[in-house]
């Protein structure tokens, strides 16, 4: 049976490996250009001696300015795990059952859940390894620009730890699951990127600013305000108006400054609710769980359906 | 033939409205929010009459819409999505399935079958991008206002080059089926090229279409900035006291660096906001001419090179 799916995956399995290989290349030359010039201009050294980050701002901009597009390019590669479960995973049944070879499959002395069973074990394993190394690469390319932009930041999240893996889990579990349920492959693969979106985005915008309360900081009209790490993640900031309400909402007219303005809009206060840097593991492995909570749903639900529904 | 290649893609094109829908919707009630969201705060108030005193709301605004940065940056990938699940299997399910066996020895030629599937294809394509474009735009345009419209995938969905990159998308996934002549791999090689096309022309040949603009100002010079946020900001550096371009100070710690390593000036090397139409255009043509030659090689493939 190993050998059997090693012979009906190698194909993809090898194209896979390519996309990875050729990401790596584009990270390894990239991210070695970025720590060297971290390091030539000083930028590392003004940061662990001065992490409040104001005499460096200016040698951030610079790297800012200078890489800024580079860093914006790695949002791309958060559909990577998408393509993996959409290309991988969605093919996996489907293409057995589009080309009905399932009948000969099925009628073999091994039992259907034997047969997934080690599809899902040597597919998922050998995702899981490839995710992992390509999980280490992005934290190392990373982390020249994670000291003072942090890893809290949407993107940065997503990239920086088990958040990763377990959003590979999640595509190919999807993936697998609409393969049973879409019967041919390019539904299950539309239906695949569907399900992935459907689950991810909320996931990430509404649920993820609360998974645990934020803290929100006020201070008067006029004063400096606290001074967040680079680490800890700005959720939202404004003021309190004359209700006690928090908000962001002014209307400001003519040439006001906006402290005038803030005034004449009867605001008491400032304030910023963000999530402290420290808590950043504690998010990634309840945001893994929920990815995997899901996954596992799918991929039983996978099961029952090859199973019990399809003839 | 029309209604043969319906009959064949309703299926998809149907699938595409629906998306295409889901998506409207999702714009429509998420772009609301931003656009009251903006208007409440002051931000448009402000931007339309000096954009550049209006440092700390553009920054509040743009940490309260972070996530919608984040959404923004997969839109050019939007166009992949014909291309993928509509081009590529154009020929290659024909193929694999071997109908082609019977709709190749019809009374139709080949190239007639090809460009009437094509043509229905890329009408659908056409239709779709050019509904979901406007409504792209409407939905940035509070964004657009802090961060700019010429910004590097912001680019990709303000204006033609969407419908560009979908004409781009579907040329490219019938070539891959013709190549491949199997679904899945057929989908990888689309997305290969679409990457090997689009990226070297995003980051390596749009920076010049036109000669860059290159600003300088003295170091110390208070004032407003020679480069607004509309701006595609391309480089930039500092100059030193003997007229030598630097990327960074060298700063061996301690406070403020900058000031005391004998630089002068800042430069930037710029295009400015009003070459953004021309920029469009352009992309969008050099596209159309990518469209134009892999659906050449799709049909020389059909008609000469598969059995």
């Given at each position: 049976?190993?050998?059997?799916?090693?012979?009906?995956?190698?194909?993809?399995?090898?194209?896979?490996?390519?996309?990875?290989?050729?990401?790596?290349?584009?990270?390894?030359?990239?991210?070695?250009?970025?720590?060297?010039?971290?390091?030539?201009?000083?930028?590392?050294?003004?940061?662990?001696?001065?992490?409040?980050?104001?005499?460096?701002?200016?040698?951030?901009?610079?790297?800012?300015n200078?890489?800024g597009f580079?860093?914006?390019?790695?949002?791309?590669?958060?559909?990577?795990?998408?393509?993996?479960?959409?290309?991988?995973?969605?093919?996996?049944?489907?293409?057995?059952?589009?080309?009905?070879?399932?009948?000969?499959?099925?009628?073999?002395?091994?039992?259907?859940?034997?047969?997934?069973?080690?599809?899902?074990?040597?597919?998922?394993?050998?995702?899981?390894?490839?995710?992992?190394?390509?999980?280490?690469?992005?934290?190392?390319?990373?982390?020249?620009?994670?000291?003072?932009?942090?890893?809290?930041?949407?993107?940065?999240?997503?990239?920086?730890?088990?958040?990763?893996?377990?959003?590979?889990?999640?595509?190919?579990?999807?993936?697998?699951?609409?393969?049973?349920?879409?019967?041919?492959?390019?539904?299950?693969?539309?239906?695949?990127?569907?399900?992935?979106?459907?689950?991810?985005?909320?996931?990430?915008?509404?649920?993820?600013?609360?998974?645990?309360?934020?803290?929100?900081?006020?201070?008067?009209?006029?004063?400096?305000?606290?001074?967040?790490?680079?680490?800890?993640?700005?959720?939202?900031?404004?003021?309190?108006?004359?209700?006690?309400?928090?908000?962001?909402?002014?209307?400001?007219?003519?040439?006001?400054?906006?402290?005038?303005?803030?005034?004449?809009?009867?605001?008491?206060?400032?304030?910023?609710?963000?999530?402290?840097?420290?808590?950043?593991?504690?998010?990634?492995?309840?945001?893994?769980?929920?990815?995997?909570?899901?996954?596992?749903?799918?991929?039983?639900?996978?099961?029952?359906?090859?199973?019990?529904?399809?003839? | 033939?029309?209604?043969?290649?319906?009959?064949?893609?309703?299926?998809?094109?149907?699938?595409?409205?629906?998306?295409?829908?889901?998506?409207?919707?999702?714009?429509?009630?998420?772009?609301?929010?931003?656009?009251?969201?903006?208007?409440?705060?002051?931000?448009?108030?402000?931007m339309a009459?000096s954009a550049a005193?209006?440092?700390?709301?553009?920054?509040?605004?743009?940490?309260?819409?972070?996530?919608?940065?984040?959404?923004?940056?997969?839109?050019?990938?939007?166009?992949?999505?014909?291309?993928?699940?509509?081009?590529?299997?154009?020929?290659?399910?024909?193929?694999?399935?071997?109908?082609?066996?019977?709709?190749?020895?019809?009374?139709?030629?080949?190239?007639?079958?090809?460009?009437?599937?094509?043509?229905?294809?890329?009408?659908?394509?056409?239709?779709?991008?050019?509904?979901?474009?406007?409504?792209?735009i409407?939905?940035?345009s509070?964004?657009a206002q802090v961060n700019g419209r010429f910004a590097l995938a912001i680019f990709d969905?303000e204006g033609p080059v969407?419908?560009?990159?979908?004409?781009?998308?579907?040329?490219?996934?019938?070539?891959?089926?013709?190549?491949?002549?199997?679904?899945?791999?057929?989908?990888?090689?689309?997305?290969?090229?679409?990457?090997?096309?689009?990226?070297?022309?995003e980051i390596f040949l749009r920076p010049y279409y036109e000669p860059p603009v290159v600003a300088v100002i003295?170091?110390?010079?208070?004032g407003p900035l020679p480069v607004s946020n509309q701006d595609w900001v391309i480089g930039g550096g500092?100059?030193?006291?003997?007229?030598?371009?630097?990327?960074?100070?060298?700063?061996?710690?301690?406070?403020?660096?900058?000031?005391?390593?004998?630089?002068?000036s800042i430069y930037w090397v710029y295009q400015p906001a009003d070459r953004f139409w021309t920029f469009q255009w352009i992309e969008t043509?050099?596209?159309?001419?990518?469209?134009?030659?892999?659906?050449?090689?799709?049909?020389?493939?059909?008609?000469?090179?598969?059995?």
């Amino acid at each position: 049976m190993i050998w059997v799916v090693w012979r009906q995956h190698r194909g993809e399995g090898l194209i896979v490996l390519g996309v990875l290989a050729l990401v790596a290349v584009f990270l390894v030359i990239t991210g070695l250009e970025m720590s060297q010039s971290f390091q030539e201009s000083g930028l590392g050294n003004c940061l662990a001696y001065a992490p409040e980050n104001s005499p460096c701002s200016a040698l951030q901009q610079a790297f800012e300015n200078q890489y800024g597009f580079l860093l914006s390019l790695a949002t791309f590669l958060l559909a990577l795990p998408l393509l993996l479960g959409a290309l991988v995973g969605a093919p996996l049944v489907a293409r057995e059952l589009e080309q009905h070879t399932h009948l000969l499959v099925w009628t073999q002395s091994i039992t259907r859940r034997r047969w997934l069973t080690t599809k899902l074990a040597l597919v998922l394993g050998a995702s899981l390894l490839a995710a992992g190394a390509m999980l280490a690469l992005l934290i190392w390319w990373r982390s020249p620009s994670a000291q003072f932009t942090g890893s809290f930041s949407n993107t940065a999240f997503d990239t920086s730890g088990p958040v990763w893996l377990a959003s590979a889990l999640l595509a190919l579990a999807l993936g697998i699951f609409a393969g049973t349920l879409a019967r041919r492959v390019v539904f299950a693969i539309f239906l695949t990127i569907a399900l992935f979106v459907a689950i991810r985005a909320p996931v990430e915008l509404f649920w993820r600013p609360n998974f645990e309360p934020a803290i929100t900081v006020t201070w008067p009209i006029g004063q400096t305000g606290p001074t967040l790490s680079p680490q800890d993640w700005r959720v939202a900031e404004g003021f309190i108006d004359a209700q006690g309400n928090k908000t962001n909402k002014l209307q400001c007219s003519g040439n006001l400054t906006i402290i005038q303005c803030l005034q004449a809009n009867g605001a008491q206060a400032n304030y910023i609710t963000y999530q402290p840097g420290d808590r950043f593991w504690t998010f990634q492995w309840i945001e893994t769980g929920i990815y995997l909570a899901f996954a596992v749903l799918a991929l039983g639900a996978a099961f029952w359906l090859v199973r019990r529904r399809l003839s | 033939m029309i209604w043969v290649a319906w009959r064949q893609h309703r299926g998809e094109c149907l699938l595409t409205a629906a998306a295409l829908a889901a998506l409207a919707v999702f714009l429509l009630l998420t772009g609301l929010a931003l656009a009251q969201d903006a208007q409440q705060m002051g931000v448009t108030g402000c931007m339309a009459q000096s954009a550049a005193d209006c440092g700390n709301l553009a920054l509040s605004f743009a940490t309260q819409s972070q996530g919608f940065n984040e959404i923004a940056g997969f839109f050019p990938l939007l166009p992949l999505l014909p291309g993928l699940l509509i081009g590529a299997p154009l020929v290659a399910r024909e193929v694999r399935q071997r109908t082609y066996v019977l709709v190749w020895t019809q009374s139709i030629t080949r190239a007639r079958w090809l460009s009437v599937k094509a043509a229905l294809v890329f009408l659908t394509g056409l239709l779709a991008s050019m509904i979901i474009l406007p409504l792209l735009i409407w939905w940035y345009s509070p964004l657009a206002q802090v961060n700019g419209r010429f910004a590097l995938a912001i680019f990709d969905f303000e204006g033609p080059v969407l419908v560009g990159a979908t004409l781009l998308a579907l040329a490219l996934g019938i070539l891959a089926g013709a190549l491949v002549r199997r679904t899945v791999l057929a989908m990888f090689l689309t997305l290969a090229f679409f990457l090997a096309i689009r990226l070297p022309v995003e980051i390596f040949l749009r920076p010049y279409y036109e000669p860059p603009v290159v600003a300088v100002i003295p170091l110390h010079q208070a004032g407003p900035l020679p480069v607004s946020n509309q701006d595609w900001v391309i480089g930039g550096g500092y100059i030193d006291n003997q007229g030598h371009t630097v990327k960074f100070p060298t700063c061996s710690g301690g406070t403020d660096c900058v000031q005391t390593t004998g630089l002068r000036s800042i430069y930037w090397v710029y295009q400015p906001a009003d070459r953004f139409w021309t920029f469009q255009w352009i992309e969008t043509g050099m596209y159309l001419a990518f469209s134009s030659l892999a659906l050449g090689a799709a049909f020389w493939l059909v008609r000469r090179r598969l059995s």
